[in-house]
């Protein structure tokens, strides 16, 4: 990579916007420190980086800067046996002046700050500084914007105990990206304590990185300057020891103003909603389509289609959309959601026939080629780990749309110690609070209960009302729209065992429910389409 010749370039990012927070390096690859992305060499950029004066030297390379000295740094308080344990180098100039700091990010990349404030990289990492130097699952961790003030709280600790507890820093007050690639580890923690700047760039990053951490686990010190250094050099080590004592939980503010209540219905009011595959139609007509922020839940008897349902949705999210999705389908594999969707998309049913695997890569390539689906592997089971928080990361990573096949094993397997209507209140306000907090879409499948005795079963075509939804009555209350449906699976009339009817039982945008035209299952190619009528009007008793 080398050293930084240009500075303050706009970012290649379209999506990013950022004007000036890409820096370009000796080889030609850059970095924007807005939307943290790596970019490769521009062609047409050769002749800037050839024209810029060279304003920094070539540093020394990986193995020769962990060889260099490490000293104390006397105007931040921060003794050698501080520097030592964190492993942090320095350099001199010619005048045996400290001209530069190393500060290590696990084991292969060094920031560089060459003083008083240039900053530059040999190696590349996402870590967190320090973080190396801690095993997860303490009591207490303490998150930094910088190296700098990560250290003066270890000096604060260091002071009292002779002992550094766990503290690590951001490279810098974007680079959230590393709170989410550890953010298991982060999360091992009973609490995390988040000592940031005590600015505008402090507060926006406190609100991202509670978000990724978990507002559960997060609590918030006070600083009565800008920065945990200062606070050190001004104050001393035990008044910063008590900001860590003092954290308290965050309490986001519940009250807003006019202006922020018109921001938040024009924002609101520009949620789009993209439509649900033409063969849902008869969905479509009623829904009109699906919004970020709203939870869909489907319903309906054994083999009645439900997982082809959310085949098809995912399929076309994909199709319409340029953003992510996260699938956990609990009762298959990713192998086998994997290998269903690959068929759908070359319209092959892989249960009809074994599709050759050179065809079936095609598929394959159309649904995953571009990274954009998140499986959860489950393995059988995901009790060693909440499924909420597994959903969470899945957002944090970029799914817009989340399909859940089935809340019965969620609920089972996400929801610790509860257990009956408790554990599903508990599973579905965990979700409400997901899709408010990204904010993101699921559609969410429900199971039924077993039919009374007297009626038709749901297998033989009886549309579920709500009051077949399995479960407590918070899935259906915090769901916005259900979609119920059937099939009559034991039919002899091959075309009425293939057609699935429809019904919308709850619609809270648009307040339209009842009857829908179904869609019907085509065994050859594995997929559905709309049927030409309303399906409730097809098959007439002539007995």
């Known amino acids: 990579m080398g050293k930084v010749v ?11 916007g950022s004007h000036d927070a890409r820096q370009i390096y000796e080889n030609g690859t850059s970095f924007c420190f807005s939307c943290q992305t790596w970019f490769k060499k521009q062609d ?5 980086v050839e024209s810029t004066p060279k304003e920094f030297v070539k540093y020394a390379p990986l193995e020769e800067i962990k060889n260099y000295p490490i000293r104390g740094f006397k105007d931040r308080h921060i003794e050698k046996a501080v520097a030592e344990f964190f492993d942090v180098r320095v350099s001199y100039d010619f005048e045996g002046n400290i001209d530069t700091h190393y500060y290590p990010y696990g084991t292969d990349a060094y920031k560089v700050r060459k003083l008083p404030k240039i900053f530059s990289w040999v190696g590349k990492s996402h870590d967190l500084f320090g973080r190396v130097k801690f095993n997860g699952a303490g009591k207490r961790l303490i998150i930094t914007e910088g190296e700098i003030d990560a250290m003066s709280v270890a000096q604060a600790s260091f002071d009292k105990y002779k002992k550094v507890y766990p503290v690590v820093g951001m490279s810098s007050a974007i680079m959230t990206k590393s709170l989410l690639e550890h953010r298991d580890w982060i999360r091992s923690f009973t609490e995390v304590v988040l000592m940031l700047d005590e600015d505008e760039a402090g507060r926006k990053v406190t609100e991202e990185a509670i978000k990724i951490i978990g507002i559960e686990k997060v609590k918030i010190a006070k600083l009565p300057c800008k920065d945990p250094n200062e606070v050190l050099i001004k104050f001393g080590s035990a008044r910063l020891l008590q900001c860590t004592f003092d954290a308290a939980p965050y309490v986001p503010t519940g009250i807003i103003t006019k202006e922020e209540l018109w921001d938040a219905l024009e924002n609101y009011n520009k949620i789009p909603a993209v439509p649900y595959p033409e063969c849902l139609e008869g969905v479509n007509s009623k829904l009109k389509g699906q919004r970020l ?24 999210d994909l199709l319409v959309t340029k953003d992510k999705i996260g699938i956990v389908s ?88 509860l ?75 091959e075309v009425e065992r293939n057609t699935i009817k429809m019904r919308i039982l709850k619609a809270r945008q648009t307040g339209l429910t009842g009857n829908i035209k179904g869609v019907r299952y085509n065994y050859e190619t594995g997929r559905l389409s709309a049927v030409e009528h309303d399906v409730q009007e097809e098959f007439v008793s002539v007995g």
């Open 44 to 48: 047409n950029e050769e002749e800037i």
């Open 419 to 493: 257990t009956g209507n408790e554990a599903h209140d508990k599973v579905m306000n965990d979700l409400l609070r997901l899709v408010k907090r990204h904010p993101v879409w699921i559609g969410l499948v429900s199971h039924l209960r077993k039919s009374t005795s007297g009626k038709a079963s749901f297998e033989e075509g009886r549309l579920p009302s709500i009051d077949d939804i399995r479960g407590s009555g918070s899935i259906k209350q915090i769901s916005f729209d259900i979609i119920s449906f059937a099939r009559n699976i034991v039919s002899d009339n």
């Open 6 to 16: 240009v500075r303050n370039r706009p970012c290649l990012n379209k999506e990013c």
């Open 293 to 316: 922020g709203e939870i869909v839940l489907l319903i309906s008897g054994t083999g009645s289609g439900k997982s082809t349902v959310l085949r098809e949705i995912m399929l076309n």
């Open 330 to 417: 609990l009762e298959e594999s990713p192998a086998e959601t994997a290998r269903k969707l690959a068929g759908m998309a070359i319209n092959k049913n892989p249960a009809k026939e074994e599709i050759p695997l050179e065809e079936l890569k095609k598929g394959f390539d159309e649904v995953f080629g571009d990274d954009r689906v998140v499986l959860l592997d489950h393995q059988g089971s995901i009790s060693d780990s909440s499924i909420v928080d597994k959903l969470e990361y899945m957002c944090l990573t970029g799914c817009k749309y989340l399909f859940i096949d089935h809340i019965t094993i969620l609920v089972s397997e996400g929801s610790g110690d």
